[in-house]
């Protein structure tokens, strides 16, 4: 092991005071294993994600030194950018998130920064809400999204409440390496703080506006027809409070909630990986909705951010990926909108470059702008930010990432499954009224529009000689770029990293063009509306190509697919 590492091992040897945290690095030592190098051999990077890391002692894990320094990082810049500033904090489940939030609030409120704190678990979008409801500097959320029970995070939001941009991020970062581990973090008593009201808990007003600015997109006039049925499952996590609430306020009062899942809790005992898009984390709910037989099934992921559905159809469930959860709503709100008389061509909808070009098609055909951005729901946020300048946050229709990410309302800037259960419960019950489910609706969409499916190809390269040939791929992607994939030409390539023109179709488009941050993503437009995006992940060390196919049918669509996995795989070699 190098020098420099077995140093800071000592050194936090010597600085520990947790118990737990002495007992496990002793056992580390003791054991002198490749974990004890992992944990140490470098520090958790903050990015405009925050921190995302494994419970545990060490440079590379998260622990409450960790989120200590890093909380210093953000005390230094809100004091350099801000006279008086403030933050509102918030936690999911996870394990360790009330420790990790007490010691934050307590080194903001040593740095002079007032604290609001939610007194219990909440969604990612109430922080989202909270920011902007009590006109805070910055948001902190503690949590690692559907990530398996060994993770927690560290999230931090703008003033506007949506995650900050590449400078703060940098700043931030900046600040956190100039600061050491022990000694240099300013720290103060949570209780103290609090009995000396530099803390203060978020008042309940706060979460009840947060209730009502969602009640205010459902559709005018909702009424569930008599005998509708919901399960829902929180998947262990911060969801049940809102969703039960929300849809009380709806009139929907017959919600059975998976009960092994409706408590809080950090281990996640009846599913490894919380992640509403995967079938095993609904699969209690499945059994629990034989027996209720409800018109639809409702997951949120541990910080109710994402929101994932099953939906009974001729006998079995089926499951709406991100993308046709989508443009589902797209299209359905686009319908709701001109039913009430709105004038659709005004509307904006945001979505990624990732997403189904289906969006496109609906656009075309309803009359609304239809705006692709970079994936990040920052950057859906930051349009929304744009028309309310303007003034003209009505105009905004929706905002959906193909990752089962979506937000309706300008009430946050982060995706909030809160308000689409809301949303995807008054449309199942629309469709209900017509006699169709959602997936027969969806299947209605791929008729009219045509069979647009999507994939993702996933390579993995670990290591520093993985990372190397991540580069020397997106390299040769650009260098020497296919000319067809999959046996279908390349008709045009654009290249993100040389920041192009937001890709914007349909509706008025009276704001001047805009243009994309640079990116380290590759698309390949190719024949018969097909298309390949490759994009190195942020976050994992692997790059990921995204397929979109088109067909008449879809045994069609899915030929083509195929055809373009085996392509890409060949590519990612």
């Not at 403030?86 to 999911?92: C, G, H, K, L």
Request: glycine share 8%.
């Amino acid at each position: 092991m190098d020098q420099s590492i077995k140093e800071t091992v000592t050194q936090w040897l010597n600085n520990l005071k947790e118990q737990d945290l002495v007992d496990e690095l002793k056992a580390l030592i003791a054991a002198d294993t490749d974990e004890l190098y992992d944990a140490f051999y470098r520090g958790l990077e903050f990015g405009t994600a925050g921190l995302r890391g494994t419970i545990g002692v060490g440079t590379n894990r998260m622990n409450v030194h960790v989120v200590a320094r890093a909380t210093q990082g953000v005390a230094d810049y809100l004091n350099a950018h801000y006279t008086h500033p403030s933050v509102a904090i918030a936690r999911d489940s996870r394990n360790k998130g009330e420790e990790f939030q007490r010691v934050a609030a307590g080194v903001l409120a040593a740095n002079g920064i007032h604290v609001y704190v939610y007194p219990r678990i909440e969604p990612v979008p109430a922080l989202s809400f909270a920011v902007r409801r009590l006109g805070t500097s910055a948001g902190i959320v503690l949590t690692a999204s559907h990530n398996p029970a060994k993770y927690n995070g560290y999230k931090v939001y703008n003033e506007h409440g949506g995650q900050i941009a590449n400078e703060a991020a940098d700043e931030i970062s900046a600040a956190i390496v100039k600061t050491a581990m022990f000694g240099a973090v300013k720290c103060m008593d949570f209780d103290q703080a609090l009995q000396q009201g530099l803390i203060e808990w978020t008042p309940e007003y706060v979460l009840d506006d947060f209730i009502q600015a969602i009640k205010e997109v459902s559709v005018p006039g909702f009424k569930a027809s008599d005998g509708y049925k919901v399960v829902y499952t929180p998947l262990n996590g911060t969801g049940m409070e809102c969703v039960s609430r929300i849809l009380s306020e709806i009139g929907v009062n017959d919600v059975t909630v998976v009960p092994e899942q409706s408590e809080p809790n950090g281990d996640f005992p009846t599913c490894p990986y919380p992640n509403p898009e995967f079938r095993e984390a609904l699969d209690l709910g499945l059994t629990l909705a034989d027996e209720v037989k409800p018109n639809l099934l409702v997951a949120t992921d541990p910080d109710a951010d994402r929101m994932g559905t099953a939906i009974p159809h001729a006998g079995e469930y089926k499951l709406l990926s991100g993308n046709e959860m989508g443009v589902l709503l797209m299209d359905w709100l686009s319908t709701m909108a001109q039913q009430n008389g709105e004038d659709v061509s005004s509307k904006v909808a945001v979505t990624t470059i990732v997403s189904s070009s289906m969006c496109d098609a609906i656009a075309v055909d309803k009359g609304f702008e239809l705006r692709r951005v970079l994936t990040g729901f920052k950057y859906i946020g930051d349009q929304i930010d744009q028309l309310t300048a303007a003034g003209q946050s009505n105009r905004f229709l929706m905002g959906f990432e193909e990752s089962y990410g979506y937000l309706v309302g300008t009430h946050a800037r982060d995706k909030d499954a809160i308000v689409a259960t809301m949303l995807c419960v008054e449309m199942a019950s629309y469709y209900a009224a017509k006699g169709m489910d959602l997936y027969e609706a969806m299947e209605a969409l791929y008729q009219k529009y045509g069979y647009y499916l999507n994939g993702t190809v996933n390579a993995s390269f670990p290591g520093a000689a993985g990372a190397a040939h991540m580069a020397e791929i997106m390299d040769g992607l650009r260098t020497n770029p296919p000319v067809e994939i999959g046996g279908y030409k390349v008709l045009a390539t654009t290249d993100f990293a040389t920041g192009p023109q937001m890709p914007r179709v349909s509706g008025l488009q009276k704001e001047a063009p805009q243009v994309l941050p640079s990116s380290n993503v590759i698309e390949f437009a190719l024949e018969g509306n097909n298309k390949v995006i490759f994009r190195p992940s942020g976050t994992e060390p692997k790059v990921k190509a995204y397929l979109f196919s088109k067909g008449a049918t879809r045994a069609e669509s899915e030929a083509v697919r195929a055809a373009l996995q085996e392509a890409s795989e060949k590519l990612l070699a």
